[in-house]
C-alpha cells in the first residue's frame, strides 16, 4: 500500500537519499527545501524514474509563517501524511565558545531544532487525527556526547533527543510512532556548510576511513518504517566501522 512520506531538507543529502529510496518502493512524497532550483529537480528525477506523485514545497523550515503557509495550505489528498521525516539540519562553525558567531549559532538553533518544531506542531495534528502516523528525527552522535568546539551544534543535537522522547510520550496514546535516528559522520554536504565552502578542510574531515553515506542513513530511515504496527523503535546511533564515538576513530 502506498504512504505519503514528507521529507524536510530533501535537495541534498540524508534528504535526497531518504526520498529516493521511499520512491524506489513506491511511496508518493511531500519533498521540502530552500533551493528551489534543486528541489525541483529531485522532483523531477523521482517522477520520471520511480513513476511517483511528488508534491515539492519551497520554503525554509526557520521561518514559522512559511511553514504554516506551505503545510497549513495542503491540499486534501496531501494531508494524509504516514510519516514526517525531519531531516532539515546543518552545522556553521567550528570554534570555542568564546569566538562563537551569533549568527551561526541562531541559523543552527533555527534550523536544528525550531524547524523541527514548527513541522511537528503542524503535522502530528494530522497524524492524531487519524490515529496513525510515524514521525522521524534525524538526530547526531553530537546529540550524545559533546566534541572539542562543537557547543552549540551539539546542544541542538541534544535538543533534538530531548524533543524526541518527549513526543514520543505525548503521542503515545494517539498511536504514532516516533523514532530518533543519530549518525556518526557521514560524507554529504554537512562538512561543505560547517567550513562555509572551505572545499579541501570539508575533504580533510574524511580522509583516511569510510565515513557512511546519505543512502546508507535512508536504509536505516527505511527499514523503520517498515517494522510490524506494534513495535516501535525509538532510537538508533549508527556509526562507520572505524568511528567509536565522536573522538575515536581508526584512520589510515
Known amino acids: ?33 530552500r533551493r528551489k ?14 513513476n511517483v506523485e511528488v508534491l515539492p514545497l519551497c ?10 503557509e506551505a503545510i497549513g495550505g495542503l491540499p486534501a489528498k496531501w494531508k494524509k501524511i504516514d ?18 558567531l551569533i549568527d551561526d549559532w541562531e541559523r ?14 503542524l503535522v502530528a495534528p494530522l497524524m492524531v487525527a487519524r490515529n496513525k502516523g510515524h514521525i522521524i528525527n534525524i538526530g547526531s552522535i553530537a546529540g550524545r556526547e559533546v566534541y572539542p568546539n562543537g557547543n552549540v551544534y551539539c546542544g541542538t543535537k541534544f535538543a533534538v533527543d530531548a ?23 557521514a560524507e554529504t554536504e554537512f562538512s561543505l556548510v560547517r567550513f562555509k565552502g572551505d572545499k579541501e578542510r570539508a575533504d580533510n574531515v574524511y580522509k583516511g576511513f569510510t565515513p557512511l553515506t546519505g543512502a546508507d542513513v535512508a ?11 506494534h513495535f516501535n523503535i525509538n532510537d538508533i546511533v549508527i556509526m562507520p566501522t572505524a568511528q567509536a564515538d565522536t573522538m575515536h576513530f581508526y584512520k589510515r
Open 1 to 33: 500500500m502506498k504512504k505519503t512520506i514528507l521529507v524536510t531538507g530533501a535537495t541534498s543529502g540524508f534528504g535526497k537519499a531518504i526520498t529516493l529510496k521511499f520512491a524506489q518502493n513506491g511511496d508518493n512524497l511531500i519533498i521540502t527545501g
Open 108 to 121: 543552527m538553533i533555527d534550523t536544528n531544532v525550531k524547524g523541527l518544531l514548527y513541522m511537528t506542531r
Open 83 to 100: 510519516i514526517l521525516i525531519n531531516n532539515a539540519g546543518l552545522a556553521v562553525g567550528l570554534g570555542p565558545i568564546q569566538e562563537g
Open 59 to 68: 520554503f525554509d523550515v526557520r521561518k514559522q509563517e512559511e511553514v504554516q
Open 219 to 229: 536504509e536505516v530511515v527505511y527499514y523503520v518504517t517498515t517494522l510490524p504496527d
Open 163 to 185: 524533543i524526541t522522547k518527549g513526543t514520543r510520550v505525548d503521542l503515545l496514546t494517539h498511536n504514532i510512532k516516533v523514532t530518533q535516528i543519530a549518525p556518526g559522520a
Open 37 to 50: 532550483e534543486l528541489l525541483d529537480d529531485v522532483a523531477k528525477e523521482l517522477v520520471l524514474t520511480y
